[in-house]
């Protein structure tokens, strides 16, 4: 069989889809709830194309493909539904891509990474990650009057976290290192222009998503990943009291901001977020410390690829979907708690989830 993409000719076996098709031949078609070895099953439309002899808009990701096709995978009435479709997506997407203290900071420090790093008594991987971002004769934190602090999520329900002593003790222990080492010192005014490289690719520039109104219940939500009893520091003298201090901060960031799927196609469509978002999902935060997994429903875009990657059983629940319609989310079984969730299943959810809904809490 011959089928045409884009106008190019391509020889076809039966039983494929338009995507399938369309992969092999280099032909680029986004797709968010398509997964390679997982049943497809049209969702998000991004996928869209059309066939030019019945002027239909069909999901590429399971129209089977048919003898004498002629598909238009790139047009702009494809490209404009697409982008629809992501809109709409994002529509209810209720996260930010980065949490609003590396947002604020005028070199794009990874402030909530460092956080984590510290809080699990990772210091060896937090002062690895800022060699690699204060790779200047002065960090930024030096002369800033602490924005970071200022939009601290924290700030809102008691006070913010440390941020900037943390972040200039940490820098303390790097000036250390590099004093001792002659190799590690570098020309000056090269430093200098590593900072404005820095400045001139913050994170700003890239596509981010917004949260929108924030009820005070929601708002809690993320203190499920705080330890209930810390004390507030205000002095960082050691890494031990940095990570007790890093311990207070929220994570309101999303821990796939690099490897979010949807992110990427919606730099890929040029997609702006909308200013308005739909509370069809309030802020929730499910954690499974056993299987090293954490699910914000609300960055969920119900795709189901999680749902169909693991068949339940009783002795090894599943992540399913509950309720109906609009309100319909994924869920643990209504007979489980989420704690019981495999972490070999985990694995899985975290490979397939094309957002950062199903990360690993660590």
């Not at 399938?20 to 680029?28: K, L």
């Not at 003898?67 to 790139?74: E, H």
Request: charged fraction near 30%; glycine fraction near 4%; aromatic fraction near 4%.
């Amino acid at each position: 069989m011959k089928i045409k993409i884009d106008n190019k000719e391509i020889d076809v076996r039966a039983n494929q889809t338009i995507l399938n098709v369309a992969s092999e031949a280099g032909i680029h078609i986004p797709a968010l709830c398509h997964k390679e070895g997982i049943e497809p099953y049209s969702s998000c439309m991004v996928c869209v194309v059309k066939d030019k002899k019945t002027n239909n808009f069909i999901p590429s990701c399971t129209a089977m493909i048919q003898d004498g096709m002629d598909i238009d995978a790139s047009g702009e009435e494809v490209v404009y539904l697409r982008k629809k479709a992501v809109e709409l997506l994002l529509i209810e997407h209720r996260a930010e891509c980065e949490a609003p203290c590396r947002i604020v900071c005028p070199a794009g420090y990874n402030i909530p990474l460092m956080n984590r790093l510290l809080q699990a008594g990772k210091t060896e991987e937090a002062i690895e990650l800022a060699v690699k971002e204060i790779s200047t004769p002065r960090i930024v934190c030096s002369d800033c009057p602490g924005y970071c602090e200022n939009a601290c999520r924290r700030k809102k329900i008691d006070e913010p976290v440390s941020i900037r002593n943390i972040m200039l003790f940490v820098y303390s222990n790097i000036r250390r290192e590099n004093e001792s080492d002659p190799d590690n010192s570098q020309d000056a005014s090269m430093q200098e222009e590593n900072l404005t490289k820095k400045v001139t690719n913050h994170v700003r520039k890239r596509f981010s998503s917004r949260i929108g109104k924030l009820e005070q219940v929601e708002q809690k939500e993320w203190l499920k990943e705080c330890l209930e009893d810390s004390t507030r520091i205000r002095e960082i003298t050691g890494f031990t009291v940095a990570g007790n201090e890093a311990s207070n901060c929220m994570h309101c960031d999303c821990r796939a901001a690099n490897d979010c799927r949807l992110r990427d196609v919606a730099v890929e469509l040029n997609v702006k977020d909308p200013s308005g978002k739909l509370v069809n999902a309030p802020i929730l935060k499910k954690i499974s410390r056993s299987a090293d997994l954490i699910f914000e429903n609300a960055k969920c875009i119900k795709c189901g690829l999680c749902v169909r990657a693991c068949e339940d059983n009783k002795d090894q629940p599943s992540l399913c979907f509950i309720n109906r319609g609009f309100i319909s989310i994924i869920s643990e079984p209504l007979t489980e708690e989420f704690e019981n969730i495999q972490k070999k299943k985990a694995d899985i959810y975290i490979d397939v989830c094309p957002t950062g809904a199903l990360t690993r809490f660590s």
